[in-house]
């Protein structure tokens, strides 16, 4: 099935990826490319994807702040208390939130959405998720991979 291109607000036509099923951007952020992508619904409707896209597009500096906090807060202790190495000392607010980096942004059709770290290490090469709900707020993080 062919679909047509979508417009999102401040990045312009957006093609469909038959292979990963979502229409995909890459936006370039702390000297990498950070890959968002929004997926239609049951229907076929990309539904309220193309307008969050463009939103977090736009302010990606602010969103991936906000989510980093959010990992922090259910995840720190998580790592002091499980994930160190013998040895390692605690790690701080700061220094856990440095070793987060955005690898991409995956957002449905109703608006909710996915935010996509990598750990550096933290979680011994586990990918870290944060949810991010159809209101704005974040909330869930978990390991993956």
Not at 91 to 116: K, P
Request: proline share 2%.
């Amino acid at each position: 099935m062919q679909f047509p291109d979508v417009s999102v607000a401040g990045i312009g036509l957006v093609r469909f990826d038959s292979v990963g099923e979502c229409y995909e951007f890459h936006v370039p952020s702390l000297g990498a490319e950070v890959a968002i992508s929004f997926k239609l619904d049951e229907a076929g409707s990309v539904g309220r994807g193309p307008e969050v896209a463009g939103k977090i597009a736009g302010r990606l500096k602010e969103f991936n702040c906000r989510a980093r906090q959010s990992i922090c807060d259910q995840m720190l202790d998580l790592t002091n208390n499980t994930w160190r190495k013998d040895g390692e000392s605690l790690l701080s607010v700061e220094e856990f939130m440095a070793r987060l980096t955005l690898l991409s942004v995956g957002i449905e059709a109703d608006g909710s959405s996915q935010f996509f770290y990598e750990d550096d290490g933290l979680f011994w090469g586990h990918d870290v998720i944060v949810r991010r709900d159809a209101e704005g707020h974040f909330h869930r993080a978990y390991l993956f991979g």
